[in-house]
Antibody, heavy 117, light 109 residues
Framework: QVQLQESGPGLVKPSETLSLTCTVS????????WSWIRQPPGKGLEWIGY???????DYNPSLKSRSTISVDTSKTQFSLKLRSVTAADTAVYYC???????????WGQGTLVTVSS | QTVVTQEPSLTVSPGGTVTLTCASS?????????PNWFQQKPGQAPRPLIY???NKHSWTPARFSGSLLGGKAALTLSGVQPEDEAEYYC?????????FGGGTKLTVL
């Protein structure tokens, strides 16, 4: 059974960089896309971007200038960096697996990141 | 900016049938938008239900079905159960980026 687990600081100061890692267990990281999705408290879901295991990426145009997603296949991990954060970036951040033949099928439990001084 | 629109809220009686829709600001939704549907209950991660318009995951109950209806993606629940009360999100593909709808709050009453 594939499992994903987000990790990283729960509190980030305004203007700093949010950094999260998703660890994949129970399955291969190869041949899949790996997504980041977020949800501000009480609001809807927002797709941030994804990375193919080989390293190619796509991003939400509204977040592209501040976002970097990377993958470390040797550690079966992928990561998100979001620069110059503001209070509007406060959200639960989810990682998920994507494949064209199965959609976004496996998700992490999510981690709350609060942007505050 | 692309906007994906869902009904903000719907109410259905137990045992009834309800259809949730997902519209695109760019025009009619087709299979090329690869519509996905998710169910989310409070405090939980979204649970995938449907991908690529009509395909169910192995865990998706048979009473859920996906389709295209009148230029929109649609999720139909037939024989609604009390545990189906939740927020439902659609997700559409725009050639390199995915966009979620705003969600539909489904009440079973």
């Amino acid at each position: 059974q594939v499992q994903l687990q987000e990790s990283g600081p729960g509190l980030v100061k305004p203007s700093e960089t949010l950094s999260l890692t998703c660890t994949v267990s129970g399955g291969s990281i190869s041949s899949y896309y790996w997504s980041w999705i977020r949800q501000p408290p009480g609001k809807g879901l927002e797709w941030i971007g994804y990375i193919y295991y080989s390293g190619s990426t796509d991003y939400n145009p509204s977040l592209k200038s501040r976002s970097t997603i990377s993958v470390d296949t040797s550690k079966t991990q992928f990561s998100l960096k979001l620069r110059s954060v503001t209070a509007a970036d406060t959200a639960v951040y989810y990682c998920a697996r994507f494949r064209w033949a199965g959609g976004h099928d496996y998700w992490g439990q999510g981690t709350l990141v609060t942007v505050s001084s | 900016q692309t906007v994906v629109t869902q009904e903000p809220s719907l109410t259905v009686s137990p045992g009834g049938t309800v259809t949730l829709t997902c519209a695109s600001s760019t025009g009619s939704v087709t299979i090329g938008y690869y519509p996905n549907w998710f169910q989310q209950k409070p405090g939980q991660a979204p649970r995938p239900l449907i991908y690529s318009t009509t395909n169910k995951h192995s865990w998706t109950p048979a009473r859920f079905s996906g389709s295209l209806l009148g230029g929109k993606a649609a999720l139909t629940l037939s024989g609604v159960q009390p545990e189906d009360e939740a927020e439902y999100y659609c997700l559409l593909y725009y050639g390199g980026a995915w966009v979620f709808g705003g969600g539909t709050k489904l009440t079973v009453l």
